[in-house]
């Protein structure tokens, strides 16, 4: 059964900092890219990061570029999202996905595979 288990998600005060996990079972991660992708209450699903897996390539939004990387660990299989200097428009359901085509694209609809999410909540 294919599974991405997003995990590390939590309250954390303005100006902190979080690791997200994002796990797959199933299957392996090479030869995809792996987003991460947010959705705020009310709001639409906004790109936030991505990595390629054949390249290792990373592309990131504007909002969060240099507060943000993404990372990848082969051989646990997992991709992570350090989160450095956060900002209560920060928070959001994280979810990542993975896209088999590893085009390492900011569009949702190129992902196939979606975590159920983890919660971030920065306090002001």
């Known amino acids: 059964q294919v599974q991405l288990v997003e995990s590390g998600g939590t309250l954390v005060q303005a100006g902190g900092s979080l690791r997200l996990s994002c796990a797959a079972s199933?299957?392996?991660?090479?030869?995809?890219?792996i987003g991460w992708f947010r959705q705020a209450s009310g709001q639409e699903r906004e790109f936030v990061a991505t990595?390629?897996?054949?390249?290792?390539?990373?592309y990131y939004a504007d909002s969060v570029k240099g507060r943000f990387t993404i990372s990848r660990d082969n051989a646990k299989n997992t991709v992570y999202l350090q989160m450095n200097s956060l900002k209560p428009e920060d928070t959001a359901v994280y979810y990542c996905?993975?896209?088999?085509?590893?085009?390492?694209?900011?569009?949702?609809?190129?992902?196939?595979?979606w975590g159920q999410g983890t919660q971030v909540t920065v306090s002001s």
């Open positions: 996905a993975a896209d088999d085509f590893d085009l390492a694209s900011a569009a949702p609809a190129w992902y196939d595979y």
């Open positions: 199933g299957f392996t991660l090479d030869d995809y890219a």
């Open positions: 990595i390629s897996w054949s390249s290792g390539n990373t």
